[in-house]
């Protein structure tokens, strides 16, 4: 039977190491590395580094989830301890959902993959979701409240997908408001509920979830069934101005590996400043690339783009609020 009262499942990351000593698994479930379009490609985000990351802070279960590739594990040895196969597919579902949603999938072969990008290719979610189901393969809703840049969702939408799906996400690139949104809607309907990073930036293990199994299957359907806790972290102005330093020191490194490429922060006044930072042109002036750098961490460090992504991200919570039946604290 399920423990719907999801409110309960928050522990505090002193007392979760109480839980790991009696055997409990941690994982954070949502990790990009630089096969992601949009991280920096540097070898500090290289798969294999991650990989050491997570395990010298405590994960016991390690996932790549990049968009729409599994190139990671081309790289990777298939012998490695508690490395789990993963996804994150995109599905844009115009005539039945209305909007992008984004589903992680996991312990998935090379021919599974194959087949779910070519379902996925046909825009139809409930096509997804009878391949997902019919191989029994793990998998999970993200972020149900962040969309597309420029789409305009469809919220009445969200709790019937909430209904398709075994697992949805604390994610903790969203607001805490958004974040305790979609703890009750995982409460009202009884589903599982994961926290983790979707950290683009090699922040890995700072939320994660806590569950049981002898194998990763059992850990995962021990979620599904509510027998599981999260680990999270809130977002905070503070910890988007550490972020963007993060980013920032990742985009001047010498450690480059592509020297071109297009980055997306999701904070779109710094995403301009790391377009210029990132190309090739301006390393050739390494006078005014220093000048520029320096000129965009002053900015990252005044709060002003945490302020404005915080308060983006706040701005339509009323409306989600209303749509989606959830009463104000």
């Not at 294999?48 to 594990?73: I, P, S």
């Not at 599981?228 to 001047?252: A, C, F, H």
Request: charged content about 25%; hydrophobic content about 40%.
């Amino acid at each position: 039977m399920k423990d719907n009262n999801a409110a309960t499942k928050i522990l505090s990351f002193k007392d979760a190491e109480v839980f790991r000593k009696h055997g409990w698994q941690a994982a954070d479930l949502h990790v990009h590395s630089l096969f992601s379009p949009d991280v920096i490609s540097v070898r500090s985000l290289h798969p294999t580094r991650l990989y050491q990351m997570a395990k010298e802070n405590g994960m016991d279960y390690v996932t790549f989830t990049d968009h729409d590739t599994m190139a990671a594990y081309d790289v990777l040895g298939h012998e490695m301890e508690g490395l789990i196969r993963g996804v994150e597919i995109k599905i844009r579902d115009m005539k039945t959902v209305g909007h992008t949603i984004h589903i992680n999938v996991y312990d998935l072969d090379n021919d599974q993959f194959k087949k779910l990008r070519e379902t996925a290719a046909s825009e139809d979610l409930h096509s997804v979701l009878h391949f997902l189901n019919k191989e029994r393969l793990p998998f999970v809703y993200n972020h149900p409240l962040w969309f597309e840049p420029g789409e305009r969702p469809n919220l009445a939408i969200i709790p019937n997908l909430i209904k398709l799906f075994p697992v949805i996400e604390y994610n903790m690139h969203r607001v805490r408001r958004k974040n305790e949104i979609i703890m009750e809607l995982a409460g009202r309907y009884g589903k599982g509920l994961i926290a983790s990073t979707d950290t683009h930036s090699g922040r890995i293990g700072q939320a994660y979830t806590l569950s049981r199994g002898r194998n990763f299957r059992e850990y995962y359907n021990n979620i599904c069934r509510g027998k599981s806790y999260i680990v999270v972290r809130d977002l905070t102005k503070q910890d988007l101005m550490q972020e963007m330093n993060i980013w920032l020191d990742l985009i001047s490194s010498q450690d480059m590996m592509q020297k071109s490429m297009k980055i997306t922060t999701g904070i779109s006044h710094l995403d301009r400043f790391i377009a210029i930072l990132a190309s090739n042109s301006l390393r050739d002036f390494p006078r005014i690339y220093r000048a520029a750098l320096t000129a965009t961490k002053k900015i990252a460090n005044s709060g002003l783009p945490a302020a404005l992504y915080i308060r983006r991200e706040s701005s339509r919570l009323y409306e989600m609020e209303q749509v989606l039946g959830i009463h104000a604290h």
